[in-house]
């Protein structure tokens, strides 16, 4: 208890909780939750306090009900959360109260409440919807990368309900008392613990290992996300006690190019397609089965920026991927102009790509023929395939198929790219490499593409693509 010592300055008198509620009346209740139940009240609660003094605030009183499966560690849990970590989309701690067998948490007040009440809503277009979900991902990623070093917040239990909304919608992660705190001195933070969370949104490895991982938080999120864009719930029904979870519906949707059969009608008008084409497969990425398959909130963060900026037609050039790995090798980037075209890729590979290089052409008048740098290939190819592929002059690409892999041998360990296909509005060439790992895919309109970008070392670590924005 020594670190509630420490907040001494933040403890509030239950007699003052007690006045400022009309002792826990339900003409202030606004709540109910597993904590117990939430009332609405002003701030500052002393009867001595002026408005001279200091401003009245409006705080959400949470009051623990031990009946409801919650205790004495989520209470201490919240507290140490909220009182450590600041960020813009954290809820905000005011105080708290233990005293006389009564344990209570005093927030600042959201006044729009959670996000799963607006999930059905016409009113809330897909913009506002793009917003709140980029601030959401903002606050998990400052969870996972950002409170200080050696160590990051598993936050256990993301969903839309403990997603509120101040005035201005903007998103604010709340309700941290199954957190846990885990190390980052390695690939995958993970901790063995008893599973918890709610159903629908719980992470399936996470449910039948026990094991948890920041992955966890990233699928559920993935839910959050899928609930947002079909305006949905995450249990959408229930029928002879059995429940369907909208996680179910939405991958097989997806895969199938069909979740326009899942998406409100009014909020899909709403929606360009390069900016539903962004948000719902970085969406789908997050419910990938294994961990290494799917994205890192810092990803997901950039993702649904690209998302908003295609919406709102404020970007010219996005970014798409990482495939493979972001950390390994040195980056590297071919982004074309306006008036330059690709001409050649050149591949070097065997069971995995070794190097590329691009040829492009400007069409200023002049015709000028460029050929890039080697991105990759570091102790050179080592006895690889080299292949070509050249493109027309009305041709170009469209998607990229490909598999993310780890070497083996005097080099292993690396996650690179193992294979690759391109796909143009003419052909397929490809594949190139081995065709093993964690598959990858991606297609684009004709007249999007615009280069590529990635990370390369010894091979090529990792690839990405530019495409062109939506005005």
């Known amino acids: 208890?020594?670190?509630?010592?420490?907040?001494?300055?933040?403890?509030?008198?239950?007699?003052?909780?007690?006045?400022?509620t009309n002792n826990f009346s339900d003409d202030n209740l606004i709540g109910k939750g597993g904590f117990?139940?939430?009332?609405?009240?002003?701030?500052?609660?002393?009867?001595?306090?002026?408005?001279?003094?200091?401003?009245?605030?409006?705080?959400?009183?949470?009051?623990?009900?031990?009946?409801?499966?919650?205790?004495?560690?989520?209470?201490?849990m919240e507290i140490v959360m909220l009182s450590s970590y600041k960020h813009d989309n954290l809820v905000s701690l005011v105080g708290f109260c233990d005293e006389n067998d009564e344990k209570i948490i005093v927030y600042e007040h959201e006044v729009r409440g959670s996000l799963d009440k607006y999930l059905a809503t016409s009113d809330l277009t897909w913009v506002q919807r793009l917003h709140i979900c980029l601030g959401a991902a903002r606050g998990l990623n400052y969870l996972h990368n950002d409170v200080g070093e050696g160590h990051r917040v598993?936050?256990?239990?993301?969903?839309?309900?403990?997603?509120?909304?101040?005035?201005?919608?903007?998103?604010?992660?709340?309700?941290?008392?199954l957190s846990k705190i885990g190390p980052t001195n390695q690939e995958f933070t993970f901790l063995v613990t008893n599973a918890c969370g709610t159903q629908g949104y719980v992470d399936?490895?996470?449910?039948?290992?026990?094991?948890?991982?920041?992955?966890?938080?990233?699928?559920?999120?993935?839910?959050?996300?899928?609930?947002?864009?079909?305006?949905?719930?995450?249990?959408?029904?229930?029928?002879?006690?059995?429940?369907r979870y909208l996680y179910q519906l939405a991958k097989r949707h997806y895969k199938e190019g069909t979740l326009d059969e899942i998406i409100e009608p009014n909020l899909r008008k709403q929606m360009k397609p390069s900016s539903l084409r962004t948000f719902s497969r970085i969406a789908y990425q997050c419910l990938k089965k294994g961990r290494k398959q799917r994205?890192?909130?810092?990803?997901?963060?950039?993702?649904?920026?690209?998302s908003l900026e295609f919406q709102i037609?404020?970007?010219?050039?996005?970014?798409?991927?990482?495939?493979?790995?972001s950390t390994g090798g040195h980056p590297w980037s071919l982004e074309l102009d306006n008036n330059q075209k690709l001409r050649k890729i050149t591949i070097v590979h065997k069971d995995w790509i070794y190097y590329m290089t691009f040829t492009t052409q400007d069409f200023n008048g002049l015709l000028q023929i460029h050929s890039s740098k080697i991105h990759g290939g570091e102790n050179g190819?080592?006895?690889?395939?080299?292949?070509?592929?050249?493109?027309?002059?009305?041709?170009?690409?469209?998607?990229?198929?490909?598999?993310?892999?780890?070497?083996?041998?005097r080099h292993a360990h690396n996650t690179v790219i193992c294979s690759l296909s391109f796909v143009t509005n003419k052909k397929t060439d490809g594949p190139f490499g081995k065709e093993t790992g964690t598959r990858f895919s991606v297609p684009w309109d004709a007249?999007?593409?615009?280069?590529?970008?990635?990370?390369a070392g010894l091979y090529m670590d990792g690839l990405g693509c530019y495409l062109k924005g939506v005005m």
């Open 1 to 20: 208890m020594s670190f509630i010592q420490e907040l001494d300055h933040l403890k509030i008198p239950l007699e003052h909780i007690k006045l400022a």
């Open 36 to 76: 117990g139940r939430v009332y609405k009240t002003q701030h500052p609660f002393s009867a001595t306090a002026t408005s001279s003094e200091k401003p009245a605030t409006t705080v959400a009183v949470k009051r623990l009900d031990i009946k409801g499966g919650q205790g004495q560690h989520e209470f201490l």
């Open 154 to 177: 598993l936050h256990c239990d993301i969903k839309s309900s403990n997603i509120l909304l101040d005035e201005n919608w903007e998103a604010k992660i709340s309700d941290f008392g």
């Open 204 to 243: 399936p490895l996470y449910a039948t290992t026990d094991v948890l991982t920041k992955e966890s938080d990233v699928y559920s999120f993935g839910v959050v996300l899928f609930e947002v864009l079909c305006g949905r719930p995450a249990v959408v029904m229930k029928y002879n006690d059995h429940r």
């Open 295 to 306: 994205p890192t909130m810092g990803l997901v963060v950039e993702e649904l920026q690209n």
């Open 313 to 325: 037609g404020c970007r010219r050039i996005t970014r798409i991927g990482l495939w493979g790995s």
């Open 381 to 409: 190819h080592r006895g690889g395939i080299t292949s070509e592929i050249n493109f027309d002059n009305d041709e170009e690409i469209i998607g990229i198929h490909g598999t993310v892999g780890v070497t083996t041998g």
């Open 447 to 455: 007249g999007t593409f615009a280069g590529f970008f990635g990370r």
